[in-house]
């Protein structure tokens, strides 16, 4: 498609495209009609055209160069010429590896697939995610992340494409919400504006007044020639902060003095100032605010009693379990960076074998969580939210520093190791709790990710279909054959299930107990009449065979207190559920029984709460990189050690990684 630009007198080429449709139909007869805006026209009659007034410059919004983590980031550079996607977050557009392509008939039907196999269909994935200058497609608006009360300071390019600066003015308003300053400019009321003498950087001061939606704000640029236009500006998030509460507690083996263990792990937490790292450099890109549950311990470490924090294992009992192995020979690699004279880095990996004793990965979370809570049930206590695990132990596996869960999306605990150096771990772990994949894919991921898939479709059909199948199953043996209607609640018979683990809501569960209850009372009754019923029948059934009376009441008393068992377990249950204060789902381990019409309702909301949510959570992710090729805190890189500090290398969020996180507060707070 060419479009052409008049000035009056002469028509000139403004830009040319070539067209390309996502939804491509074979033989489709007719032809397509463009519709023009402002002096724009299609097709071969140019001379038809009107003036076309348009700005002669634009303002592209960037990090300053000494940018580490205060806020949240995100930006894409693309190619003025060819408008194709050049980097994200300044990574190359040939670093990514894999992306996620919709399929737009099923929200639930994409696949990961191989960028090389279908590279404009990447672009559409990353250019879906970003915002542009209407006027220009190759100037993004970035977008931006900071919590009430703070001020940043980020560089607005002006970039001229034609004629000169004259008259010149660009400006930025303000609101309730934020405040703008163009260093060196002026402000009228809450606009802040700058007179153009030349192209070049310009400081952008922002300050956030208070919390609010997500909203982009427009640089405009105007001047006696061309009108206003708005030409760049920044898209600002929703930004309410989000308090995530951890307790730290320690894992220490039980020999020698367990409390002391306990006491060093506790202080390098603190000498690491791994709070104020989460606060200031990571997770507060993304608005949250981290808070530990058990401060006080920390700022009282020398005369506090320990106990409630930590856990002591005992040697012998988990290396039977394997979960604990002494003299293990430990395969380090180790990275050496040197420099040849003329200034290039050589690195150089070598392996070492070292003698250690260690602990093991798998499923070390969940046992530690759960013998900690023993402890605290022993001591009349409970604790059953967010914890960070201070292991006194490398991991067996070589380069395992710590490790959280993605899901279920109720987790909200990760796995410290002691071979763990820096903050940017705790960042890392903690960002997968909160629904961030890595920023790489490795084969065993795109198996896991089809093998989600694939359950989410066997458990529509084996748990659900088969659920739905039963209920049509007895409805139609529970309708009288006289008078063609459903049998009275005492008449009809209903399968049940017993359930003694199972995600749950809180509401939803309560509901199903007491209807089902209403089934369970009413057998019960019918039971008991059959019981005291003093009335001689000169034969007694049960189950289509002819049996005594003794037996005929024996299975009556028998059905009766099964029944009454179902109820017993549902009503101890809902006592457990009234605890609960919250309606997120969640795994809830009590034994409870329910009619198959209430069970539908339990597994039709675990797909729609829990696994669908987790798959749609998994595709989020939906852009991978090759490995160790950006500065994203989902990637894989190594501290610098540098004058006695270990340096995180991997500390930026990518704006779709950013709103993941935060929607998934609501499963983690």
Wanted: contains cysteine.
């Amino acid at each position: 498609m060419t479009i052409y630009r008049s000035s009056g007198k002469n028509t000139e080429i403004y830009e040319e495209y070539e067209l390309y449709t996502r939804e491509y139909t074979e033989n489709v007869g007719g032809k397509s009609t463009f519709t023009a805006k402002g002096g724009t026209a299609f097709g071969d009659e140019p001379e038809t055209a009107k003036p076309l007034e348009i700005t002669n410059l634009y303002v592209k919004v960037r990090l300053n160069d000494n940018y580490n983590g205060e806020f949240g980031f995100d930006w894409v550079d693309v190619n003025p010429e060819t408008k194709e996607i050049e980097k994200m977050q300044d990574v190359p557009f040939s670093e990514v590896e894999y992306f996620y392509k919709k399929d737009p008939a099923n929200p639930l039907g994409g696949d990961i697939v191989e960028k090389s196999t279908d590279e404009i269909g990447a672009k559409h994935a990353i250019q879906d995610h970003y915002k542009f200058n209407p006027i220009s497609k190759h100037v993004d608006i970035p977008y931006v992340l900071i919590k009430p009360g703070q001020s940043i300071t980020l560089s607005a390019e002006i970039m001229l494409w034609q004629a000169e600066i004259t008259d010149d003015v660009i400006a930025i308003t303000g609101d309730e919400f934020y405040e703008f300053e163009i260093v060196g400019g002026e402000k009228e009321g809450k606009t802040a504006k700058k007179k153009l003498t030349e192209a070049g950087k310009l400081d952008l001061k922002i300050t956030c007044l208070k919390a609010g939606s997500e909203k982009t704000y427009d640089f405009n640029h105007s001047n006696s020639t061309t009108g206003s236009h708005a030409v760049g500006g920044l898209t600002m998030m929703e930004n309410k902060v989000l308090t995530l509460k951890f307790r730290v507690i320690a894992l220490v083996s039980a020999d020698g003095t367990p409390n002391e263990k306990a006491k060093a792990l506790f202080q390098k937490f603190k000498d690491n100032d791994i709070k104020k790292y989460l606060n200031e450099k990571s997770l507060n890109q993304a608005g949250y605010e981290i808070e530990i549950e058990n401060q006080l311990m920390f700022d009282q470490l020398d005369s506090t009693d320990l106990d409630d924090y930590f856990y002591a294992f005992d040697k012998e009992e988990w290396g039977k379990k394997e979960l604990f192995k002494e003299n293990h020979v430990k395969t380090r690699k180790k990275l050496q960076i040197s420099y040849t004279k003329d200034g290039k880095e050589v690195r150089t990996e070598t392996e070492i074998q070292e003698i250690k004793d260690v602990i093991s990965e798998d499923t070390i979370d969940y046992t530690t969580i759960n013998l900690y809570k023993e402890k605290l049930k022993s001591k009349s206590q409970i604790y059953n939210k967010a914890l960070i695990v201070l292991a006194d132990y490398e991991c067996e596996k070589d380069k395992v520093g710590a490790f959280s869960r993605t899901f279920p999306l109720d987790h909200n605990a990760l796995f410290v190791y002691s071979s763990n150096k820096d903050g940017g771990t705790y960042a890392h772990e903690i960002a997968h709790m909160l629904g961030l994949t890595h920023t790489f894919i490795r084969e065993k991921n795109k198996k896991e990710f089809l093998d989600r898939k694939d359950y989410i479709e066997k458990y529509k059909k084996e748990t659900i279909d088969a659920c739905i199948e039963k209920i049509k199953n007895e409805y139609q043996n529970n309708i009288d054959k006289v008078s063609k209607k459903l049998k009275s609640l005492l008449a009809r018979s209903y399968s049940t299930s017993q359930f003694t683990e199972f995600q749950i809501r809180k509401g939803t569960l309560i509901k199903c107990i007491d209807n089902s209850n209403l089934y369970y009372e009413a057998r019960i009754k019918d039971y008991n009449s059959r019981i005291n019923d003093k009335t001689l029948y000169s034969s007694y059934s049960w189950g289509g065979k002819v049996v005594s009376k003794d037996i005929y009441i024996e299975n009556c008393k028998t059905e009766k207190k099964r029944n009454t068992d179902y109820k017993k377990y549902n009503l101890e249950a809902k006592i457990k559920l009234q605890e609960i204060v919250n309606e997120k789902i969640f795994n809830f381990k009590e034994k409870f029984n329910l009619i198959q019409e209430d069970c539908l309702k339990l597994y039709e909301e675990v797909l729609k709460y829990s696994l669908e949510i987790e798959y749609l959570q998994l595709i989020s992710n939906y852009i991978y990189f090759k490995e160790n090729s950006t500065k994203n805190t989902m990637d894989y890189t190594e501290p610098i050690y540098n004058n006695g500090n270990w340096e995180v290398q991997c500390f930026k969020f990518l704006h779709h990684q950013i709103k993941i996180m935060r929607n998934d507060y609501e499963n983690n707070k």
